[in-house]
């Protein structure tokens, strides 16, 4: 079975620059996850879908972040216009359905924001 | 709200040697009990769970036992080998909305 996947693993941008992310997850998940992970510190949930639909997203700084499941599958993440604190791993994890505790994450894309 | 402590790091250890790290929990209801690791280069990866109090939870050698009187679920492994070297993240998951919450993280490096 595939796990989940992720795009780009690497990115590097200047501040004010846009960026994307994309994640893939694992077939038949209908739950998908974004998290940001910021140097030293654990995962910090950004938002989170249920099928096209968002369950969460109090955490997503709205001014600048963005995020869309468009047909319940694929789901893109973008930082418009970026901050150096914004440099950090995005990570993306599914899980099953949301009443299924374990989640499984896809490898991160790393933003380094000059 | 939900949160989770875990032991500073790093740690350093020489192979067999015992590992313990320390995790603990401030939560409403009764929440679920993670261990998380990251080995270099790789995504996050589930090592181990337990889903109410007494559960122990085990894989590939690392054990943890679920207690809610002291609200801890501290990591342990008798005999930790070089691929044991990785970034542990203990995490709890509420009872009502199943949202991850986790610990900063500890890195544990095995040296042989």
């Known amino acids: 079975e595939a796990g989940v996947a992720q795009s780009p693993r690497y990115k590097i941008i200047e501040k004010r620059q846009s960026v994307a992310f994309w994640c893939n997850p694992i077939s038949g998940h209908a739950t998908l996850y974004w998290y940001q992970q910021i140097l030293g510190q654990g995962p910090k949930l950004l938002i989170q879908f249920q099928n096209n639909g968002v369950v969460d997203d109090s955490q997503l700084p709205k001014d600048r972040f963005s995020a869309e499941r468009l047909k319940g599958v694929d789901s893109t993440l973008k930082i418009q216009p970026a901050k150096l604190e914004d440099s950090a791993v995005y990570l993306c994890?599914?899980?099953?359905?949301?009443?299924?505790?374990?989640?499984?994450f896809g490898p991160g894309t790393r933003l380094t924001v000059l | 709200g939900n949160s989770v402590t875990q032991m500073e790091g790093p740690v350093t250890l020489s192979e067999e040697a015992f590992l313990t790290i320390n995790c603990t929990y401030t939560a409403t209801g009764y929440p679920s009990l993670f261990w998380y690791v990251q080995y270099p280069g790789e995504g996050l990866q589930l090592l181990l769970k337990a889903t109410k109090a007494d559960d122990k939870g085990s894989n590939k050698g690392f054990e943890a036992t679920y207690r809610k009187e002291t609200t801890s679920f501290h990591l342990e492994k008798g005999s930790v080998q070089v691929s044991d070297s990785a970034v542990y993240f203990c995490?709890?998951?509420?009872?009502?909305?199943?949202?991850?919450?986790f610990g900063a993280g500890t890195t544990v490096t095995v040296r042989a």
């Open positions: 994890a599914s899980s099953l359905d949301g009443t299924t505790d374990t989640q499984y």
């Open positions: 995490a709890l998951s509420g009872s009502n909305d199943y949202k991850l919450s």
